[in-house]
């Protein structure tokens, strides 16, 4: 039989790192991929060190469109088959969308959509086959318009539909197809976006360890959606009772104020 493996993205640090860890430790194989090659092998050494299998380490830029390419070249190499995916890469940039740099807004969706819809579908079969499933990591911004962070919050609105769509249409093969949208993450998300955590970090902070645990459980019990921590489940719940205009007046005006 082929090996089978999980492939997570994004995985040199923060969540990423947090999920490979979840899965290696309920005996998962995994495939870890990231630009960073010497955090992937610090990761992969300590996997191995913990009785894990060796993961196999796929250092690659996701903002690239030759990165599915190379991760199912580097997969096949090693003769196995992807069981699960993780897209768990992604990044956000903070400011008035017109005043960020395009070229890097641009990047953004490469890596948080295109990279997560690529991976999703060129490993279709092998999910058929092996009964497998799907781990996309949205964002409680994924509810929600996000001024302040407006192709962010677009992206991840993106992650949360293709998951939830792609679910009824591979369900009946046998395929479940989760949605992670966990709310602030002590990571370095924060720092690469270009502010520092704010009110609803405290609010609705939890770790990413806990993040990761949430994910593993709800992907294997075939959830559609999970929100880590009771603040983040309150949130779509109360977007119920008030009109999206206000919504977006609300967030406008507290992520215009994070710097």
Do not use: W
């Amino acid at each position: 039989m082929t090996e089978r493996v999980t492939l997570i993205t994004g995985a040199s640090a923060g969540i990423g790192t947090e999920l490979a860890r979840v899965f290696a430790s309920n005996g998962h194989r995994v495939a870890l991929a990231a630009r960073r090659a010497d955090r992937l092998a610090t990761l992969a050494d300590e996997i191995t060190a913990g009785g894990g299998a060796a993961p196999i380490v796929i250092a690659c830029d996701l903002e690239q469109p030759d990165a599915g390419d190379r991760i199912a070249a580097a997969l096949a190499a090693e003769g196995v088959e992807v069981e699960f995916v993780v897209n768990n890469a992604g990044f956000g940039l903070f400011g008035h969308a017109i005043k960020l740099d395009r070229d890097e807004q641009l990047g953004m969706l490469a890596v948080n959509i295109r990279a997560l819809t690529d991976l999703s579908l060129r490993f279709s079969d092998h999910l058929i086959r092996h009964r497998g499933g799907i781990l996309n990591v949205g964002s409680i911004a994924s509810f929600l318009p996000g001024p302040g962070m407006a192709v962010y919050y677009a992206s991840k609105a993106y992650v949360l539909s293709f998951s939830e769509a792609l679910r009824g249409e591979l369900a009946p093969h046998g395929v479940r197809v989760t949605a992670l949208c966990p709310g602030p993450v002590p990571s370095e998300f924060q720092a690469r976006a270009g502010f520092l955590p704010g009110f609803d970090s405290l609010v609705l902070n939890i770790s990413p360890a806990d993040v990761a645990q949430a994910g593993y459980r709800g992907l294997m019990a075939n959830k559609r959606a999970v929100l880590p921590g009771v603040g983040v489940k309150i949130v779509p719940f109360l977007l119920r009772f008030f009109p999206r205009g206000f919504v977006l007046s609300v967030v406008g005006r507290y992520q215009l104020r994070k710097r």
